[in-house]
Structures are given as structure tokens and as C-alpha cells.
């Protein structure tokens, strides 16, 4: 499997000549033995899992219609099932489109949208312990193969197997004699422990002697009623969700009771990652009684079949992929209203509105877009309006909450119909169906007497759920319905991120606030208690120290009541290290050279091990990095740039190298060293400036809090010089301050 994610960095151009370490990727030793090419990382053993692809791979791309564009995203396809095949039942979202016969198995290659001739895979996992994965064919829609027609290619497993021990023996023998070389590279091994990999090769009963105070009043508290778990970035959440989960089912199998648990996240990728923790964590086999799933999977899986359409394409393969689709064409119906229809209601709009319809800064139309996603799915949608007859005098007539979009007379609210039937028009006409849709389906099937007669055995005892805080109003109220019993308050236990805001995850905005916010009144969980994590593992002391400073420094910032931790008694329990270091510069340019020095320090040291990310905290300032990682490049070999979240997935599976992204986009992911650069410039002057400074501090925080050991700050005179937040921190001497080149 490591082996395969280098293969898919490096790319197919790999020389079949005898045995050969690859000169960029040492870990790697490819040999051909009887025809079959084997790629083997040094970690490999007898025992290890294989991928096997069966002919050539730059000749079946090629038959199948795949481009080199595409080659990319079909092998990071490939991995994600190989990684999900480790777990029974085999679950691949929905967009997949699984086609099962035996123990073969046919799925989409890469989203049907990016490749017209829409290549599947025939593939296999055979029946046994940790069984091999066997990609046997790409096919496309003009070269269609049944899986019942479909016949394997004879003799390729006996052989893959008779010369597996020789090929093992060839990759060390050729390890052993090869000269060890030193590289002026900054080419790190994202392991990984870099990313998300909270378990460390303990086990449960291993980290139930490491918790903290906190973590072990959450784990052990009887769950009688539901529970918010709360804390910061790097503070365990996710680890004591899956402790306390496992203990439930190991004390329900003790007094002979049999639960069923299930374990809600946002996304298939955070799904995949607590099904492995979780596995890697029991010390009693597979615990079957847990269920891990994305909020979407579990509707598709509940609703009945008659209840859907399978002429309707679902956007997205989970909420968070979702609804960054649906924001992307929100913000295209805007654009093109303003161009046309918007002379129709100028005249009488209320001038909120105009202000934020007419405004041209980005970040203004993306949160207005963002409300008007709320709007769609949690006011319209869940009210049951569609375009039609007496739909927009129904909507007229709706009441207002505080946390919907700020609508000042009817005029307004004629507006936000418009765009909301031209948006459901176009839905209509290309066949497709949001998940704000198919949430609001899936809780008027939830309140029906047929689920109240099927809960008691389809529901769960016991619910948890990650990132709690980007689930909207209408995705929490689901949660209630899934409990087994449909007479008590159910018992959900939630992790939040209390520095997190949902719309910053969800809409990248650069300056504006939205106005659509959930609210905590509908969750209707009954009595809910808190427990908060004030002790983080994740980052030194010194860092933790700054991180304080950059809450306290603004205590008047309204983050909401979700958000509020109590910093004075958050405490670290990694070692000590080095103070963050501040190097300010006279331009951009001369803080770019600053970055080269600083990276080039860091490799003539003991990098071999570290993992370091530049992260850019203004977005608007990313391109000029974007520019400068050419250069990084060449120096480094290998730098991967995040400049999307469709690159968020990806980063998981590549895992060498300097990683160079906005820092919104580094959420959830850690590294031995951060670099923090691109920040924006916050003075006097500036409109919006409240929020501004919020977002600078959300974002600043969010970079900083990536590092475990090491943090640089960069700024420049170009933008401001130094923040005041910061040099402050530095007065204070949390900071250790360096002036930089000055051009």
C-alpha cells in the first residue's frame, strides 16, 4: 500500500530494467520476475497486503479514455478503496455506483463528470485474512464487461504469489548494497502520524493509562443523557469519541446486552479514518456493534427504495463535498441574476440587501451565498416549497427566526425565491438532487409512523458525532430520529471544535459575515452536560503559549456561545521546545527569501523525520506562493500545493514533501513545522474590520496550531508589518523576533 502512494506521486514512468532503487523515492524497489513488475517499499514484509494491477497501466489508462490529465485522480480512487476494502462490510459512497457479483466487485474509476467515456474498474478482494486487492480491468461505456461475463486473468495470482518471497529478498538485498546518499532536498515522509493518526500503535488499554483527567470523566460518565464534548484544535476530541464508544460496546458485551452504535462524521474521508482507528484501538476483534458512516450514507441507507428516484444524481458523495458543490452554483445563479433579472426588483429591494447583491468584494457574495444555502435547504426546502402554484405566497407568509438570512419586507423575500426556483429549475433539468435535499427527505421519512414501527430494530442505542459544529439545523434535527427509542431523549455524545467556525470551513470568505447561523434550541437533545479538553498533546508548550495569547488578545470578538473555552486552565502535555519565531521583512519578496533560508536551515539539520507545511493565511496572497513553489520545486524535488478542497482528500495519500495551501485548507492535519506566511494587513481604514479581525485570528490560529514543534511567522512591510496581536506576543517574549532581509 506504501509503495502504491509513492507510485501514484511519482507517476507511471516506471523503468521494467532489473532491480532498481527509484532515484527519487529510495524507499521504493521495483524487479520484474516472470512478467509481473513488483513495486516494494522497505517496510514491506511477506505478510504485507498487495495491489495488484493486472496488465499495463499506462496501456489501460490509455484503452479506457483516461488522459494523462485524470491519471492522477483514478489511482487516488484506487486507493481509497483499496483502504476501505480492509473493512467489512465493504461501504463505498453512493456515486461509486457498486456493482457486486461474488467477491468481485465494479465501481466508477474517478467522478463520472471528468472523463467522458466513464471508465470502471473490475476488481477483487478475495475471501480470508487481510486478502490481497486484484485491479483486474478498466472498462469504459463503448467496452462494457458484465461482472457475471468477466473472467480473470489465468495463473496471474499464483504467480504474483510463488514470486513474492524472491521479489521481498531482491528489495533488501538491493537496499543493503546501495550507498547510502545525502540529498540537499527539503523531501520529507508525510507519515501517517503527520495527518491524523491519533492512535500512535497504542491500543485501547494503552491509552486509557495516557488520558487526561477530562477524557476520563467523558469516558467513563454514564451516557443517560447526551454530552458535548468540547475542546481545541489537537486536544483528542476524535480519539475520546472512539475510546468512549468502544468502552460502550465492551461493558454492553459484559452484561450480555447487544447495542447498536453509530459514529456520524461530515465526510468518507474522516469516516474511513475513526472505522481504522477503531480497528487498530480494539483489543476484541472487530466491534461490529459500531457503525461508521457520513450523515448522507446513513440516509441513503435507511430511506426506503420507494422513496427514491433513480433518475436523480445525488451532488456530492457526502455533506462536506456537497455543499461546496452547491455553493460553487448558488454563486453562479447570483452572478447571473445580477446580470438580468435584478433590474426587476432594484427599485424596491431593502437596502441590506442591495448592499450585499451590489457589493464587490468576493467575500460579501460568498457569505451571501452561504445563506442562501441555508435558506434553500433549512427554510425552503424544509418546509416543503417547490416551484409551483401558491408556493412564493406560502413563503411570503413564513415567520422569521433569528439565525435566518435577514429578509427586511416582501420584496426581499420575493428575491431570494426568484434565485431559489431558478435554482431548483436547473436541479429539475439536469437531473440531480442536492443533499440539503435529500436530508429534508430523509426527516419527513424519519417522522412517519413506518419509522417509529422500524426504529426499535433499524435505530441506534447509542449515537456519536464528529465535527458537530458543521452540521446545519436540519442534519442536526436528523440525529434525534435515529435513536432507538422513540419515548426518550436519545443519547448522542458530540465532538466540537471550539475555534472552529462552520461557515469559514464551508465558504472560504475574505471579509463578511453571514447571517444564517443554527441555532441551539433545535437540536432537542433534553438535558445535555459539557466536558470540556483543556489539555492539548499535539504542540509545545511554547506554542500553546501563543495560542493563548492570540484568544485573550481579543475577548470582545463575538465567536458565539459554542465557541467559548476557557483558555486559563488549558494546559500541554507534550515537551518543551523551541519559542515561535517572528521574522519580519521590508517586501514580499525579501520575506520570500526568507522562506528559502529558513527551509534550507531546516534541511541541513535532522529533517529526515519532519514534515513541514506552508501554510497562507490571507487567501488573496496564496497566488504569489503558488508562483514561488516553482522554484521550490526544482530546489526540493517535491512540493504539493493544497489550492482547493477537492486537494484536501488527496493530501492524505501523498505523503512526501513540502506542502504549500491556504490554512483554512490545513484543517484537521499536523506537522512538525509550519511556516506562516501571507498575512493580511489590519489597521485602521478598512471596512468590516471587526470580522476581519476575527477571520485573521481564526485563520492564524488554525496555522499555528498545525505545528508540534516548530513555528515561523513571516510578515512583511508590504502588508502592515507587524500585527499588533503579534508584537504584542513578541513584548511579552512568546516570540522569538528576527529582522529579515530588507530587499
Known amino acids: 500500500m506504501n509503495s502504491l502512494r509513492t507510485f501514484q506521486i511519482c507517476g507511471l514512468q516506471i523503468s521494467e530494467a532489473g532491480t532498481q532503487i527509484l532515484d527519487n523515492h529510495p524507499e521504493i524497489v521495483t ?57 467489512t462490510p465493504l461501504l463505498l459512497p453512493s456515486q461509486w455506483s457498486q456493482y457486486k457479483h461474488n467477491d468481485f466487485i465494479a465501481f466508477f474509476a474517478c467522478r463520472r463528470d471528468l472523463i467522458i467515456d466513464a471508465p470502471r474498474w473490475i476488481a477483487q478482494v478475495p475471501t480470508g485474512l487481510d486478502p490481497d486487492v486484484y485491479m483486474w480491468l478498466l472498462t469504459s461505456s463503448s467496452k462494457k464487461v458484465t461482472l457475471e461475463d468477466f473472467a480473470p486473468v489465468p495463473g496471474l495470482q499464483m504467480s504474483v504469489e510463488q514470486n513474492w518471497a524472491t521479489a521481498v529478498d531482491m528489495m533488501k538485498t538491493a537496499r543493503a548494497s546501495a550507498k547510502p546518499t545525502v540529498q540537499d532536498v527539503a523531501e520529507m515522509d508525510l507519515t501517517s502520524s503527520a495527518f491524523s493518526d491519533v492512535v500512535q500503535d497504542l491500543s485501547y488499554s494503552g491509552w486509557m493509562t495516557r488520558i487526561t483527567g477530562q477524557q476520563h470523566t467523558f469516558i467513563h460518565q454514564p451516557p443517560n443523557h447526551s454530552i458535548r464534548l468540547r475542546g481545541p484544535a489537537g486536544s483528542g476530541k476524535t480519539l475520546t469519541l472512539v475510546l468512549k464508544a468502544i468502552r460502550e460496546v465492551v461493558e454492553a458485551r459484559e452484561r450480555g446486552e447487544s447495542i447498536q452504535v453509530l459514529f456520524v462524521t461530515h465526510s468518507w474521508a474522516l469516516a474511513a479514518e ?39 444524481t445525488l451532488i456530492g458523495e457526502d455533506s462536506y463535498s ?8 448558488i454563486e453562479e445563479i447570483i452572478d447571473n441574476f445580477k446580470r438580468g ?43 416543503g416549497i417547490f416551484p409551483g402554484m401558491n408556493s412564493e405566497a406560502r413563503y411570503l407568509k413564513l415567520s422569521r427566526d433569528p439565525w435566518m438570512i435577514p429578509l427586511e419586507n416582501d420584496i426581499d423575500r420575493k428575491l431570494i425565491y426568484h434565485l431559489y426556483e431558478t435554482y431548483i429549475t436547473q436541479l429539475l433539468e439536469s437531473g440531480r438532487l442536492t443533499s440539503d435535499q435529500l436530508v429534508n427527505d430523509f426527516l419527513n421519512y424519519l417522522e412517519t409512523f413506518m419509522w417509529n414501527v422500524r426504529r426499535g430494530k433499524q435505530g441506534y442505542d447509542l449515537i456519536f458525532v464528529d465535527e458537530f459544529h458543521l ?42 459575515t453571514p447571517s444564517s447561523t443554527p441555532s441551539k434550541s433545535d437540536d432537542e437533545f433534553g438535558t445535555v452536560s459539557s466536558v470540556d479538553l483543556p489539555t492539548v498533546h ?32 488549558v494546559n500541554s502535555s507534550a515537551e518543551h521546545g523551541a519559542l515561535p519565531k517572528l521574522i519580519r521583512s521590508g517586501s514580499q519578496q525579501a520575506e520570500i527569501v526568507e522562506i528559502y533560508q529558513a527551509l534550507r536551515a531546516l534541511r541541513n539539520g535532522d529533517s529526515n523525520r519532519w514534515q513541514v507545511a506552508l501554510a497562507i493565511v490571507h487567501p488573496d496572497q496564496f497566488l ?41 485548507y490545513l484543517a484537521g492535519l499536523q506537522f512538525d513545522a509550519v511556516f506562516v506566511a501571507g498575512l493580511p494587513e489590519i489597521g485602521n481604514g478598512q471596512a468590516n474590520q471587526s470580522y476581519r479581525r476575527r477571520q485573521f485570528l481564526s485563520l492564524l490560529y488554525l496555522a499555528v496550531t498545525r505545528a508540534s514543534r516548530d513555528v515561523h511567522i513571516f510578515v512583511n512591510d508590504d502588508h502592515g508589518g507587524v500585527p499588533e496581536v503579534l508584537a504584542k506576543a513578541k513584548d511579552q517574549e512568546l516570540l522569538d523576533y528576527i529582522e529579515g532581509s530588507q530587499v
Open 341 to 383: 433579472d435584478w433590474i426587476t426588483f432594484s427599485d424596491d429591494v431593502g437596502p441590506g440587501l442591495r448592499e450585499r447583491l451590489l457589493s464587490s468584494d468576493e467575500a460579501d457574495l460568498r457569505a451571501f451565498a452561504w445563506d442562501c444555502l441555508i435558506e434553500f435547504g433549512c427554510v425552503l426546502g424544509a418546509d
Open 471 to 512: 452540521f446545519n439545523v436540519q442534519e442536526r434535527q436528523l440525529l434525534r430520529y435515529l435513536a432507538r427509542s422513540a419515548s426518550a431523549y436519545p443519547r448522542i455524545l458530540m465532538a466540537l471544535d471550539p475555534r472552529q467556525s462552520p461557515w469559514e470551513v464551508y465558504t472560504e470568505f475574505n471579509g463578511a
Open 538 to 569: 499535539r504542540f509545545s508548550p511554547e506554542i500553546l503559549d501563543l495560542v493563548k495569547h492570540l484568544h485573550w488578545e481579543f475577548p470582545n470578538l463575538d465567536l458565539g456561545s459554542n465557541w467559548d473555552v476557557d483558555f486559563t486552565h
Open 322 to 329: 456537497g455543499k461546496m458543490a452547491q455553493l460553487d452554483e
Open 624 to 664: 504569489a506562493y503558488k508562483n514561488v513553489a516553482d522554484g521550490l520545486q526544482s530546489a526540493t524535488k517535491k512540493v504539493t500545493i493544497i489550492e482547493s478542497r477537492e486537494d484536501i482528500e488527496v493530501l492524505q495519500y501523498r505523503r512526501r514533501g513540502l506542502v504549500i495551501g491556504p490554512a483554512e
Open 274 to 312: 475513526v472505522d481504522d482507528n477503531i480497528r487498530r484501538l480494539s483489543e476484541w476483534g472487530p466491534l461490529d456493534e459500531i457503525t461508521v458512516l457520513p450523515l448522507l450514507a446513513v440516509a441513503e441507507d435507511l430511506l426506503p427504495a420507494e422513496r427514491w428516484d433513480s433518475g436523480l
Open 31 to 87: 524487479t520484474k520476475i516472470s512478467g509481473v513488475t513488483y513495486l516494494i517499499h522497505h517496510q514491506d514484509t511477506l505478510e504485507s497486503r498487495r495491489v495488484v494491477f493486472a496488465g499495463d497501466l499506462p496501456e489501460t489508462f490509455h484503452a479506457a479514455g483516461v488522459s494523462p490529465t485524470h491519471e492522477q485522480q483514478v489511482l487516488e480512487r484506487v486507493i481509497a478503496f483499496v483502504e476501505r476494502s480492509q473493512h
